[in-house]
């Protein structure tokens, strides 16, 4: 999900995102992820070794506000960390020369790494003493963090449990509100929230490359408006061949190599071409 032509603020779409083949970008754990196509050797979306994987790598945090008595719906809680990812991107400390844009260009320069752990109580409230950005939802709260070296994770995020995201849904979630992007889950698949929650960020975060700046910008100033959602076999079978930008998981856990995520814009915000393949 990142290029070695891309800028900490991009002014256009990122050129491996709008390329005749959808989007692609290797997973890592089961916090990464990628797609299909052919692409050129040292495409950082490519899923054999490459000189990328020699520059130090970096890892975005996510934590997800967990209480055991009240925990946050499953629906609620992927939308908003897939809106944590694009407020991160979208933070003018992330861009130019922001405070964080360092971190995040050291983060894309890289392969892309997602991590989601759980808070509650006191782990909670350190956690949201580190530098951060905290972005609610219906009822879920998610912080996302500037990215940290893979070994060099603060003391107070590091000791959260990646485990423990299991998340359901009480009533059955609204129909996707089109008028912003849907984010569709493979409906053969079975994962945790706390994976699921990072595959769709990925899937945010595809999308959101896809983007102009104006059309950045809008979407932005909306408040990032989204939809998470599973669709039929069939829809699924069609969105994953129309273009639009695909995750795909390298399997490493929970679930074997494959697709996670598509990205279908929306029809008011981040609006997504489809069939770019001739």
Known sequence: MSS?????????????????????????RAESAGATGPLPADSPFRTEPTPRDEAPQF?????????????PARTDALRTAARAVLTILADD??????????????????????????????????????????????????????PVPLDGWPKELAKLQVSGTDLD?????????TTGPVLWLNPELDMSAGKTMAQVGHG???????????????????GFPLSVATPGAETWRRLTVSGLPVVH?????????????????GTLYCRLPRLRRP
């Open 249 to 265: 998981d390298a399997g490493f856990t929970e679930i074997a190599p494959g697709p996670t995520v598509a990205a279908e814009g």
């Open 204 to 222: 945010a975060q595809l999308a959101w490359w896809e983007l102009t700046d104006a059309e950045r910008k809008e979407w932005q100033e909306a």
């Open 93 to 146: 400390r992330a861009l130019g020369e922001g405070e964080w844009a360092q971190a995040m260009r050291d983060w894309q320069d890289a392969r892309i790494r997602k991590v989601v752990r759980r808070a509650r109580g006191a782990e909670w409230r350190k956690a949201c003493a580190l530098p951060g950005i905290t972005v609610t939802g219906d009822a879920a709260e998610v912080r996302v963090y500037p």
């Open 59 to 71: 890892v975005l945090p996510l934590v997800v506000h967990i209480e055991k008595t009240d925990p």
């Open 169 to 177: 849904d009480p009533e059955p979630p609204a129909a996707p509100d």
């Open 4 to 28: 070695n032509d891309i800028p900490a603020a991009p002014s256009a779409p990122d050129p491996t995102a709008t390329s005749p083949a959808s989007p692609v970008e290797p997973a890592d």
